[in-house]
């Protein structure tokens, strides 16, 4: 079965302080994965995509398949990145998202 | 309009009742996908449409529930004989195709409370 798994559930730094988020995922063919964000009220939104190995706000995961992870990292905070974070896994060639129970970054000033 | 509307944002039922959540998707997205949020929690999958079928129901918890998207735009999610347990928020997510490009643009979400 296809299950993502965020263990942090609050996940508090400093402004200026590196941020990983941490991510593990369980499937058996090639999946795709994400990272999807809600600021405060705001609606659940897109952040990066493996695939396109992009940085989107100085956030960056990098897929292991070795260990099943795709940590979000970031070198420096800002208070601005304080939001709930959610990964996401898809199968190829398909939109529908499982989503892990999502984690709570807090950065202070 | 710019982007994903569901409507009520806000629905108080009692245990029992019949509740209908509405999803307008963003113009020109063919599939639609609704999913259930509870607290503490990620988005739960319950459905998917591509046009006017439901290529993807594997999610429905039972048959109390039931969607549907009759012209492949606005789609609806009945919820028959409310339980206390199906309180969550509902999120109404639409793609613009069968793709593999996983954005999916999400609503505010319907804040389902049965007491």
């Known amino acids: 079965a296809q299950r993502v798994t965020q263990p942090e559930k609050l996940l508090s730094v400093f402004k200026g302080a590196p941020v990983e988020l941490k991510c593990n995922y369980s499937?058996?063919?090639?999946?795709?994965l994400f990272w999807y964000v809600q600021y405060s009220r705001q609606r659940l939104q897109l952040l990066l995509r493996h695939i396109s190995r992009e940085s989107i706000k100085g956030f960056t995961a990098d897929l292991n398949k070795g260990e099943t992870s795709f940590h979000l990292k970031k070198p420096f905070a800002q208070e601005e990145d304080s939001a709930m974070y959610y990964c996401?896994?898809?199968?190829?060639?398909?939109?529908?998202?499982?989503f892990g129970t999502g984690t709570r970054l807090q950065v202070f000033p | 309009g710019a982007g994903v509307s569901q409507t009520p944002s806000n629905k108080v039922t009692e245990k029992g009742k019949y509740v209908e959540l509405r999803c307008d998707p963003i113009?020109?997205?063919?599939?639609l996908y609704w999913y259930r949020q509870s607290l503490g929690q990620g988005p739960e999958f319950l459905i998917y449409?591509?046009?006017?079928?439901?290529?993807?129901d594997s999610g429905l918890p039972n048959d109390r529930f039931f969607a549907v998207r009759p012209e492949g735009s606005v789609s609806t999610l009945k919820i028959q004989r409310t339980e206390r347990g199906d309180s969550a928020v509902y999120l109404c997510a639409s793609a613009q195709g069968a793709g593999n490009t996983g954005e999916l643009f999400f609503g505010e979400g319907s804040r389902l409370t049965v007491l």
């Open positions: 113009s020109g997205h063919t599939a």
């Open positions: 499937y058996s063919g090639s999946p795709e």
């Open positions: 449409f591509q046009g006017t079928g439901a290529a993807d």
């Open positions: 996401a896994l898809s199968r190829l060639n398909t939109d529908k998202l499982i």
